[in-house]
């Protein structure tokens, strides 16, 4: 497994795979080529069919800043790599210097064609199963949190503190913003609603629900959120953790120690399966957000490493066979309400979890190979391509 940085992002919405990923790749094309008179972009699969509502084209012209760039939808060319492929082309004096095929594999993250997902170079955990961990952790009496701090970069307080902050940063900008978001579905905002319910009934479900908004909204209006672990389910961690924080007066240090454990589940899950709603359905995206949220409270309410895995595990099950079938190809309707669905889905599986004790039959390990199968079993109307379910069935 790589470096859990990669789950937590700061990045400009509304998806990490669409606009994140994609404006990454233009900026390292555009720097390796900075001779070339005009470039091509073409965008493929999920790319091509959502790549409008997702602002795809919108962010790689921007990062080309000046530069002439033409994009083509191809509709009609899919890798079996992955759904989410671009083929960046430079000239200079309309002679072809330079093409780079990429993918935007979920999160944000970059492949090129047939790259490894498991083990790559910049793998530093010794493990990539939670059973693995599990047993590591129990023979060396070490915290999940712990096993992170002992094997991820030496940076990463400093690096999740910052997360932190973006975190509470979007959301106190999405408490006050009350326009219609845009894209023409001419979605209200509610954090605001939310937040004044709150203010005169301050319970933790109100707050939960008034959070994931939030920061969802803020995601679907294209401004600055984190990944976690992609912008199209960023409201659901946050909003677990910091409503709880809010309610009982946890430290930032104690949450920091919460987001290496949510930042664990994540990994897990793009290393064995997918974060990518384009490969696997919504299940990568909101259900992983919703394992990793599940971790981190059971983790603040003091849970052995065994009762967390129950909750993420616990939290991921029930979101298994979750398509995606975004309306109008905007991260918007369900995604916004998912967050929110989500986010408290989190807190009853913790709490089922601590209840139940920790004997259950199924593993977490299990659980994210279950979401990797029935991902790709998906019909790809249901995978990022706005071709099915609500896309298709919204009452106008
Ligand atoms: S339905 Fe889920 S996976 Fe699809 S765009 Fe919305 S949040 Fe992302």
């Given at each position: 497994m790589e470096t859990i940085k990669d789950i937590f992002k700061i990045g400009y919405g509304p998806?990490?795979?669409?606009?994140m990923g994609p404006a990454r790749a233009a900026k390292i094309f555009l720097n390796r080529n900075l001779d070339a008179t005009t470039f091509k972009c073409i965008l493929y699969g999920s790319l091509a069919r959502t790549g409008k509502g997702h602002l795809t084209d919108y962010i790689i012209k921007k990062t080309f800043n000046n530069k002439p760039i033409e994009i083509i939808f191809d509709f009609d060319k899919t890798y079996n790599y992955h759904p989410n492929a671009m083929k960046f082309i430079a000239y200079q004096d309309h002679k072809k210097i330079d093409e780079w095929l990429v993918f935007s594999?979920?999160?944000g993250t970059l492949k090129e064609l047939?790259?490894?997902?498991?083990?790559?170079?910049?793998?530093?955990?010794?493990?990539?199963?939670m059973n693995d961990i599990l047993k590591y952790t129990k023979d060396l009496k070490m915290g999940l949190d712990e096993y992170v701090e002992k094997y991820d970069e030496k940076d990463l307080d400093e690096y999740l503190l910052a997360i932190l902050k973006q975190f509470k940063k979007t959301i106190n900008q999405g408490l006050y913003a009350s326009d219609i978001l845009p894209g023409g579905l001419q979605v209200q905002r509610k954090a605001p609603l939310f937040y004044q319910k709150f203010l005169s009934n301050p319970t933790l479900e109100l707050l939960t629900y008034t959070y994931a908004l939030a920061m969802s909204e803020e995601n679907a209006s294209g401004n600055l959120v984190v990944t976690a672990p992609t912008c199209g389910s960023c409201g659901v961690v946050p909003a677990v953790i910091l409503s709880y924080q809010k309610m009982n007066e946890v430290s930032d240090e104690k949450l920091i120690k919460a987001l290496k454990v949510a930042g664990l589940i994540g990994n897990l899950a793009k290393t064995?399966?997918?974060?990518s709603g384009a490969e696997v359905g919504c299940q990568g995206e909101i259900g992983v957000a919703c394992a990793m949220s599940a971790a981190a409270i059971s983790y603040l309410k003091g849970a052995s490493n065994e009762i967390i895995e129950y909750a993420a595990e616990i939290a991921l099950e029930h979101h298994l066979g979750m398509t995606c079938d975004p309306v109008k190809g905007l991260?918007?309707?369900?995604?916004i309400e998912r967050n929110a669905i989500a986010a408290m889905q989190a807190n009853n599986a913790s709490d089922y979890a601590i209840l139940a004790g920790?004997?259950?039959?199924?593993?977490l390990d299990s659980v994210i190979e279950v979401m990797n199968e029935t991902g790709h079993d998906?019909?790809?109307?249901?995978?990022?391509?706005?071709?099915?379910g609500l896309a298709i069935h919204q009452k106008k």
């Open positions: 998806s990490s795979s669409h606009t594999v979920g999160g047939n790259e490894p997902r498991t083990l790559t170079d910049a793998t530093i955990y010794p493990h990539h199963l064995n399966a997918s974060i991260v918007q309707i369900p995604c920790n004997k259950h039959n199924v593993t998906l019909h790809t109307k249901y995978r990022e391509t706005a071709t099915g």
